[in-house]
């Protein structure tokens, strides 16, 4: 009979699991990490390697807060909710920190600052106004769509899983533009060298890590080990390399 309580309590346990705190964490030596590895040059895997600014600045934090890494990859729509699942202590994606997301999660303070930006083919809309009667292409569950369904007349939006096949259908033709993340949009216009080329900013976010609702001492942790990097040049060397200049928040 005493067996069988166990057994329940432990599955009780089991089901009620919360986030861990930061001392749990801590104390297991090991921090889970949440990311997509589809989104070039924040977070991407290279063959096998999980790499990228995002990675780089996660491991960097982890480093600095003496613990081990280890990395989760989730399409980006079942992040937030997986962090909700207690699958990982943390997710790192490029999460803009929008009051939708607040009622959900926790985000840290900002790891960078950006935009969404419009990218076309040479002589294509460059601009919100253009956009009318346009097809845009944008990845699902981002802020993209959701500011691109805001942008007047416009003939429709196809969305798609990856943000690399959203470029894709632009490269193939099928949208007239991509809506994305401006260094993204960058690296892939000096890609395609001149086959396309990037317009105007449809909107500005600020990009957070998030914990799940209501974890405020890893958020505390988070919190430190980011202003720690941000003062130490580790930030500024990372952000160097990866975009050729500093995208902290000013
Ligand atoms: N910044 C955009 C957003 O907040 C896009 C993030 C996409 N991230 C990714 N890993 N695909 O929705």
Redesign the pocket.
């Known amino acids: 009979m005493k067996k069988v309580a166990l057994t329940l309590a432990a599955l009780t346990l089991l089901t009620t699991a919360q986030a861990r705190t930061w001392a749990e964490i801590k104390q297991s030596g090991t921090i889970k990490i949440a ?2 590895g ?2 070039p040059p ?2 991407l895997l290279k063959g096998k390697e999980l790499t990228g600014f995002e990675v780089e600045l996660a491991n960097a934090l982890a480093k600095g807060l003496g613990l081990k890494v280890q990395w989760v990859t989730q399409p ?1 729509d079942n ?1 937030l909710i997986g962090l909700g699942q207690d699958r990982y202590d943390f997710v790192i ?4 920190i ?1 009051p939708e997301r607040l009622k959900a999660v926790d985000f840290t303070n900002p790891h960078y600052c ?1 935009g ?1 930006a419009v990218v076309t083919k040479p002589g294509g809309p460059m601009n919100a106004a253009a956009l009318k009667g346009k097809t845009v292409a944008v ?1 699902v ?6 500011n691109v369904r805001k942008v007047p007349g416009l003939k429709d939006v196809k969305t798609f899983p ?2 690399t096949d959203a470029q894709a259908a632009l490269m193939a033709g099928r949208v007239d533009a991509w809506v ?2 401006k260094f993204t949009g960058l690296d892939l216009v000096k890609a395609q060298k001149g086959k396309v080329v990037q317009g105007d900013l449809l909107f500005n ?1 600020k ?1 957070g890590m998030a914990v799940k609702k209501g974890n405020s001492s890893l958020l505390k942790e988070l919190n430190a080990a980011l202003a720690k990097a941000l003062s130490n040049g580790t930030y500024a060397k990372l952000s160097t390399q990866y975009f050729g200049t500093d995208v902290r928040c000013k």
Do not use: V
């Open positions: 990311t997509e589809a989104f924040f977070n980006f992040l994606a490029s999460h803009g929008t950006t969404g990845q569950g981002t802020t993209y769509l959701e990856k943000d994305g993340d976010e990009i």
